[in-house]
């Protein structure tokens, strides 16, 4: 799987270095009139549509998680300053199961499944090579990622209440293993402008999480579609 994410990378990089050199010179004589006014001074609602890989994390003496591949929602909000450059904010997030290893002071393993949930707010830099309707892109940006490991590491608290509508009403909290880090990413794809309000923008991403306790920076290979409306 890994090498063929490798080869599906390779092939987009190449796709649009030849896409760029085909249509420089349409691009110049205004490729089509779908934006006549451009993009720049427009702001733009984002949907992204995300697959993240698989991948395994290395922790401290030997320690490791295995995350199984899942798919990835979010929105955000983004400025277009010119028909080159865009600043936006991010917000997304997802669930996973995994499977843990964990190394005893014996030097035994064990192993145990859980979910992992994560969500992630990032300030992203979207740079359009070209002014057409379509156009390849290259992207880049830092955020900050919030993990919640589903392990229980506190007891379990909880309260009863009546409800107008429910009547008598109870609810338990109980409180996991949770942390926050600072995450990068960096991304190549094309935009497709389909008419005035709406654009696609399939790319290949790659994100790093500092993740506290790691054995170096974890990184995630993710496919993504974002769904563009103009506002």
Known sequence: MKQALRIGAACMVIGILFFAVLSAAADAQEFSNIRSSGRGGNWDFFLPLAYIDSATVKGEN?????????????????????DHFNLNGMFTWSQRNYKATVVNTDGTNQKYNNTLYSSTFGVNGIYYLLSGDITPFVSAGIGMTYLDSN??????????????????????????????DVSYNAGIGVRFDLSRQFSLQPSYNKMWVDINKSSGTPDFDIWRLDFVFRM
């Open 62 to 82: 030997g320690s490791s998680v295995d995350l199984d591949a899942t798919m990835g929602w979010g929105f955000g909000f983004g400025y277009n300053f010119n």
């Open 151 to 180: 392990i229980q590491n506190g007891p379990a608290s909880g309260s009863c209440w009546y409800d107008p509508w429910w009547g008598y009403v109870c609810n338990n909290y109980v409180p996991t293993k949770t942390q926050y």
